[in-house]
């Protein structure tokens, strides 16, 4: 199973939310309704079969208006859950369970159904040794954690952000002159621990990047003519990603030219929310 997250890089995102919810009075619903020292008991359930990821969201989530509040996770994060399956039960009180319950399964949906979607894409390339990997086409704000529903699903995260990786596209080529300069500049620039990684969108580039040493060249919008090519043409020297016009119906065929990445930015822009509930016992 992936590693968990620590509390500390959840918290603030789930504090965010909960206020965005709970507004300038707080869930009147059940302040008008429910007693204040009542408790609840209730199980999350995986409405549709998919990857789990978040449970520690909707257990923050909780415990962050109710401190008291016991939460017991029945599977673990990464692992593949049934149609009507149990996932985790909860005892709280009840007006702090209720408040925090949409908070709770938004957060715990949005990050199942990225994890869900990557092991598609991860089981779609099955035993042809490349990898599936995200971008940073993420939501604001939560980054860190959609790249953790990657992770739970079977991928394999790319930079987190323009601090972590040099990455050379289109537009930083324009800016140099061309990919050889920009390869050569970067060089230059940084340290032996800082990959770098360019970005060409036809083979004639691939030469000139090659000759400055880039440690990764993405190849973008190939065809797979072209992507067999490259991965000729490179013989092991550099790690090649492929780019662009991938799909659940089109990975199979990139993963088969022998390109060792594949980027997929509908991990996260494209991922739909798993429908998990929230069943009072």
Same mark, same amino acid.
């Given at each position: 199973?992936?590693?968990?997250?620590?509390?500390?890089?959840?918290?603030?995102?789930?504090?965010?939310?909960?206020?965005?919810?709970?507004?300038?009075?707080?869930?009147?619903?059940?302040?008008?309704?429910?007693?204040?020292?009542?408790?609840?008991?209730?199980?999350?359930?995986?409405?549709?079969?998919?990857?789990?990821?978040?449970?520690?969201?909707?257990?923050?989530?909780?415990?962050?208006?109710?401190?008291?509040?016991?939460?017991?996770?029945?599977?673990?994060?990464?692992?593949?859950?049934?149609?009507?399956?149990?996932?985790?039960?909860?005892?709280?009180?009840?007006?702090?369970?209720?408040?925090?319950?949409?908070?709770?399964?938004?957060?715990?949906?949005?990050?199942?159904?990225? &994890?869900?979607?990557?092991?598609?894409?991860?089981?779609?390339?099955?035993?042809?040794?490349?990898?599936?990997?995200?971008?940073?086409?993420?939501?604001?704000?939560?980054?860190?954690?959609?790249?953790?529903?990657?992770?739970?699903?079977?991928?394999?995260?790319?930079?987190?952000?323009?601090?972590?990786?040099?990455?050379?596209?289109?537009?930083?080529?324009?800016?140099?002159?061309?990919?050889?300069? &920009?390869?050569?500049?970067?060089?230059?620039?940084?340290?032996?621990?800082?990959?770098?990684?360019?970005?060409?969108?036809?083979?004639?580039?691939?030469?000139?990047?090659?000759?400055?040493?880039?440690?990764?060249?993405?190849?973008?919008?190939?065809?797979?003519?072209?992507?067999?090519?490259?991965?000729?043409?490179?013989?092991?020297?550099?790690?090649?990603?492929?780019?662009?016009?991938?799909?659940?119906?089109?990975?199979?065929?990139?993963?088969?030219?022998?390109?060792?990445?594949?980027?997929?930015? &509908?991990?996260?822009?494209?991922?739909?929310?798993?429908?998990?509930?929230?069943?009072?016992?």
């Amino acid at each position: 199973m992936t590693e968990p997250l620590p509390d500390l890089l959840i918290a603030s995102v789930v504090r965010a939310a909960l206020a965005e919810d709970l507004g300038r009075a707080g869930d009147i619903t059940s302040q008008a309704c429910v007693p204040a020292d009542a408790r609840l008991r209730a199980v999350f359930v995986a409405r549709k079969a998919g990857v789990i990821s978040g449970l520690a969201c909707a257990r923050l989530a909780i415990s962050e208006l109710d401190p008291t509040a016991d939460f017991k996770a029945v599977v673990e994060d990464g692992a593949r859950a049934g149609a009507g399956e149990k996932l985790a039960w909860v005892d709280a009180n009840a007006r702090a369970l209720l408040a925090a319950e949409r908070t709770a399964l938004n957060l715990l949906g949005r990050l199942s159904g990225v &994890a869900s979607l990557t092991r598609a894409y991860v089981d779609a390339v099955e035993n042809s040794g490349a990898m599936i990997v995200d971008t940073r086409k993420t939501t604001p704000g939560l980054r860190a954690l959609e790249k953790y529903a990657v992770r739970c699903g079977g991928g394999v995260n790319h930079r987190f952000g323009l601090d972590d990786a040099i990455l050379i596209k289109d537009n930083h080529i324009a800016a140099c002159g061309s990919v050889g300069e &920009a390869v050569r500049q970067a060089r230059a620039a940084v340290g032996h621990l800082t990959k770098i990684e360019v970005e060409i969108d036809h083979l004639d580039q691939l030469d000139e990047a090659l000759k400055y040493g880039p440690d990764v060249v993405m190849l973008d919008n190939f065809g797979l003519a072209d992507l067999a090519e490259a991965v000729r043409r490179v013989a092991g020297r550099a790690v090649l990603e492929a780019s662009g016009g991938v799909s659940l119906e089109t990975i199979r065929a990139i993963a088969g030219t022998g390109v060792d990445v594949i980027s997929v930015g &509908a991990l996260t822009h494209s991922a739909g929310t798993l429908d998990i509930g929230l069943d009072a016992t």
